[in-house]
């Protein structure tokens, strides 16, 4: 990301938010960091980590997938509304996205939050989830359809079949996509200069998803645990 993108992000980010605040007296003592930042400051913490995490993150992609396409983009979703989310995609061209939304970064305590969920979306794409899930639904929609060939259904019932069997089939790798990229995600904060430890506390005030059956993501306490141990094997 150039520094020109960073400042536009920037002013994008405190325009959605609120106007920044106007010279004046000195600020008061920093707010504990159970409080939110302001406005300004959430949007700044957002553009040092970019400028820290996206390099890392895109030469750790050249280094483990050297076919793909690694310039990597981190962008911000600024509609309004929208609730706390980050997410990877992949643009019609090709290009790996991170998307964030405001709330999210409005949300988030400090840059080491920031730089963990940067870290985990783009280990996403890294790890190729979006391909494996892909395939992974293939895999159920055909034994699916097969299935439903031998026991004689219609074949509006087959493709009911396929499409309850390709989301459980998906659905029951992405827990572990979750922790894998949770796992490579503090690696890649590490790397940048974040603590990961820290940033992974983000799971502490979000609601849990417990272990529900065919979730799509895993318990926070066994999200925290991994991420100790990636350090831990990072530091070892």
Known sequence: MTRLVAALLLAAFAAACAPL???????????????????DVAAANFVA??????????????????????????????????PPNAFHTIAK??????????SLIAEARNQDELAFIMGHEAAHYILGHIAR?????AEG??????????TGADIATVRRMQRVAAEVRARSYSKAYELE????????????GYDPIR????????PDPGNRFLGTHPPNAARIAVVRQAVAGVGG
């Open 21 to 39: 605040p106007e010279p004046g007296p000195p600020s008061p003592p920093a707010a504990p960091e159970s409080a939110l930042p302001p406005p």
């Open 49 to 82: 980590v970019v400028e820290r995490v996206e390099p890392v993150a895109e030469r750790l992609c050249r280094e483990t997938a050297p076919a793909r396409n690694c310039d990597i983009e981190i962008v911000v979703d600024a509609r309004h509304g929208l």
């Open 93 to 102: 061209d090709g290009t790996p996205l991170v998307i964030f939304t405001i």
């Open 133 to 137: 899930a892909q395939t992974r639904a």
């Open 141 to 150: 929609a055909l034994i699916a359809g097969v299935l439903g060939q031998l």
């Open 181 to 192: 990229a949770d796992a490579l995600g503090a690696r890649i904060a590490l790397a940048a």
């Open 199 to 206: 940033g992974a506390e983000y799971f502490t005030r979000i």
